[in-house]
């Protein structure tokens, strides 16, 4: 009983489309109906196909083939160690020779060791902070700068879809009954073991 109270007393924009809907207690007829053979079937849980299954688990156990097999020598070279030498290995430091100290660089070298410039008209970063001038102070907004800047006024959701009559079941609908197609459209699809595949001999 608390439970529907607190319930009926959320707001009515939750939950709806603009209209108060609050939750009605059943009646006595539908507490006592009988379920039908339809709802029953409907009401069943979906079972797995025929072909289903399941992961496997992670943990596995080894054949006796696969314990008992031996590898390839492509195997064994694959397998080893990657040998690496032990040294000796040359020293952080060495002398430089006296022709790389007496060379001398090349007109290419120093043009490609020159920085590159900037290019004419460049200007750099403004500073973050800067004066404004006495014309901006004094500016004033036009009309058209100020319609620009006014919010956009829009209806809330509640009067754009408001609509009393958007629960309400027309006569026609109650009254009406479904096609045979439909009710063969309803009926769950009849599914039987897969057969089985045969493999036909080429002569």
Known sequence: KQ???RRVAITAGEFSCGRSSPI??????AKGAADRDRTTQLAQAKTVHNSYE???EVQSVPTRAAQNTRPSERIEMLAEAKKRPAGPFRE?????SG???KAQVSERVRELS???GLVEGFQGNRDVQWN?????KQAVATRRIEELSGPIQRQSMDHLQFNPDAFKVSEAALSSGITPRIEELAQPIRRGPAPAK???KIK
């Open 3 to 5: 439970w529907y109270q």
């Open 24 to 29: 009605q207690e059943p009646t006595g007829g």
């Open 54 to 56: 399941s992961s496997r």
């Open 92 to 96: 952080p430091e060495w002398p430089v």
């Open 99 to 101: 022709k790389a100290r």
């Open 114 to 116: 020159r920085s590159k």
């Open 132 to 136: 404004v001038t006495k014309s901006a």
């Open 198 to 200: 045969t493999r036909q």
